[in-house]
């Protein structure tokens, strides 16, 4: 890789401070490149935090039962650990000690952060004195959220997420059966129009305040889909900084309208091929694991159980020491996966004639392909190019391996998860599981375990298309 780096020409400085991406400027990078769903690189080393301390909410999503998360932000059917803002300073005290890779603290459902906003205020106010550099994130389904435009601003509040499902009312309708507002309930189109004029408004004014905005999409295929495009062309318009486009979580068990009403949600290839198709409208975020109300952790994985409130300490005061020796550490090793990247680039720049592709990684994290196959709970997929390798999602998997032997109704489910997957890169595949992949059309190795994920994704494809990249892996 050192050989690599002085081929392709360094793309950070010595020290590792990469100056960002190149579709966004320095300052920008400055503000998204702690928060793991702002920034899709950011993922791999940062964490987030949520506490569920504002349980009310002023719509009805179809999509929704309150006695679990919500959906907007959540997976719905786990409940939630509901917190008071005492008991909400204490965890997130207790995680920063013990959690190194935090950064951010969102307060996301269930309920309606902006609703409840005396809570969701007291908490990040508390939170903010005991660690100031904890980004503070919240996330609303934008009705309340003009009247409280202004004191978030005065917070420092830089993270705003709304969730728009669509900008006509008729398809709102089809959505959400009421909206609470200015005292009285609210039903059908009229409901929705209020909603989607109080959404663009409270984004309008986030933007006009420098305050960065993402817009969460839920997918509902037959209902919202294809409108989607134009929710994109909107939000850009008028200033969003990231699209997320979720699928719809429908099941009968989770008790909402749409789960007992049959509706469904997309595939993983619906949902890319609509992804695909608002490509150079608002940038989008592709790698959005649909969290809980009370994650704790990088995402993709979920240590809330580790803190519960019944296991924390009497009293807890904050260290910063841990999470300031991580912050150091990263800022070198991701100069280093952001020349890896470039380097790979350069590599597959020279791949002639060769098609697109879908490759799923098992990865632990930090970027490289460190997981056994057996034990992936989900594969990030990546397309790759001669133009290049790009992050395309994630694919949630059941565990294939416990203890030393493979199920067999979770190999069933990987397959029909991969759908449109070529290869698969892990750390280990035994000879068994390689082959029946085979059989199904899917290539498996794990001849770059360890390797940076672009890298070794970009040594496999040139190795398969005609030229050896020796420089390429770590
Ligand atoms: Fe939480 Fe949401 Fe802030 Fe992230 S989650 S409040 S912006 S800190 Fe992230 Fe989870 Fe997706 Fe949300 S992966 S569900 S987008
Ligand atoms: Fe449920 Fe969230 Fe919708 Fe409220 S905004 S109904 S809590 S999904």
Same mark, same amino acid.
């Not at 789960?259 to 150079?280: I, N, S």
């Not at 056994?372 to 994630?394: K, R």
């Not at 979770?410 to 029946?436: N, W, Y």
């Given at each position: 890789?050192?050989?690599?780096? =002085? ?14 991406? /190149? +579709?966004?400027?320095? @300052? ?11 920034? @899709?690189?950011?993922?791999? #080393? ?39 803002? +005492? ?6 005290? /207790? ?48 009705? =309340? ?7 978030? =601003? ?8 709304i969730t728009i499902n669509a900008i006509d009312p008729e398809i709102g309708a089809k959505i959400y059966p009421w909206v609470f507002y200015d005292h ?40 919202? +889909? ?13 200033? =969003? ?11 009968? /068990? ?27 409208g608002t940038k989008l975020m592709r790698h959005c694991r649909q969290c809980r109300a009370d994650a704790v952790g990088i995402l993709g994985e979920d240590?809330?159980? @580790? ?36 380097? /790979? ?12 592709l879908l490759v799923a990684v098992a990865t632990r994290g930090g970027g490289r392909i460190n997981l056994h196959f057996g034990h992936a709970q989900e ?36 397959? @029909? ?47 398969? #298309? ?9």
């Amino acid at each position: 890789m050192r050989a690599s780096l =002085a081929k392709s020409g360094c793309a950070s400085s010595s020290c590792g401070s990469s100056d960002g991406p /190149a +579709d966004m400027s320095p @300052e920008m990078w400055e503000r998204v490149k702690d928060h793991p769903c702002y920034s @899709e690189e950011a993922h791999h #080393y940062f964490a987030r935090m949520h506490v569920a301390v504002a349980p009310a909410c002023n719509i009805q999503c179809n999509y929704c039962n309150r006695k679990y998360d919500c959906a907007n932000e959540s997976r719905p059917g786990v409940v939630s650990e509901r917190l008071d803002p +005492d008991q909400a300073v204490k965890k997130v005290i /207790a995680v920063a000690n013990e959690v190194p890779q935090l950064s951010v603290l969102g307060i996301a459902g269930p309920g309606d952060a902006c609703y409840d906003w005396r809570k969701t205020k007291e908490t990040f106010e508390r939170v903010s004195k005991e660690i100031p550099d904890l980004k503070l994130c919240l996330s609303t389904n934008g009705l =309340a959220l003009p009247d409280y435009v202004d004191e978030i =601003a005065d917070m420092a509040i830089d993270h705003v997420t709304i969730t728009i499902n669509a900008i006509d009312p008729e398809i709102g309708a089809k959505i959400y059966p009421w909206v609470f507002y200015d005292h009285r309930r609210w039903t059908g189109v009229e409901a929705s129009r209020i909603l989607l004029e109080r959404q663009m408004l409270g984004l309008e004014m986030l933007v006009a305040r420098d305050i960065l905005v993402k817009v969460n999409s839920v997918m509902i295929p037959g209902i919202n +889909d294809a409108h989607l495009i134009e929710v994109n062309k909107a939000v850009k318009e008028k200033g =969003a900084f990231l699209h997320n486009i979720m699928p719809l979580i429908s099941d009968p /068990a989770h008790g909402t309208h749409f789960g007992l009403t049959g509706q469904r949600g997309p595939t993983p290839m619906e949902v890319k091929a609509l992804q695909d198709k608002v490509e150079g409208g608002t940038k989008l975020m592709r790698h959005c694991r649909q969290c809980r109300a009370d994650a704790v952790g990088i995402l993709g994985e979920d240590r809330g159980q @580790e803190f519960t409130m019944d296991q924390l300490p009497e009293t807890v005061s904050y260290d910063p020491a841990r999470r300031e020796e991580y912050r150091s550490v990263v800022a070198t090793v991701r100069g280093e996966h952001a020349a890896t990247k470039e380097a /790979a680039k350069a590599d597959l720049a020279e791949v002639r004639d060769a098609p697109v592709l879908l490759v799923a990684v098992a990865t632990r994290g930090g970027g490289r392909i460190n997981l056994h196959f057996g034990h992936a709970q989900e594969f990030q997929v990546f397309e790759v190019s001669p133009g290049g390798v790009t992050f395309v999602g994630h694919r949630k998997v059941e565990q294939y391996c416990h203890g030393g032997h493979g199920e067999e109704r979770a190999f069933d489910g990987i397959v @029909e998860t991969l759908q449109g997957v070529s290869t698969v890169l892990c750390a280990k595949i035994g000879e068994a599981p390689k082959d029946r992949l085979e059989k199904v059309g899917i290539k498996a190795s794990d001849a770059h375990a360890f390797d940076w994920i672009e890298a070794g994704i970009a040594a496999w494809y040139a190795a398969e #298309y005609g030229t050896q990249p020796a420089m390429l892996t770590a």
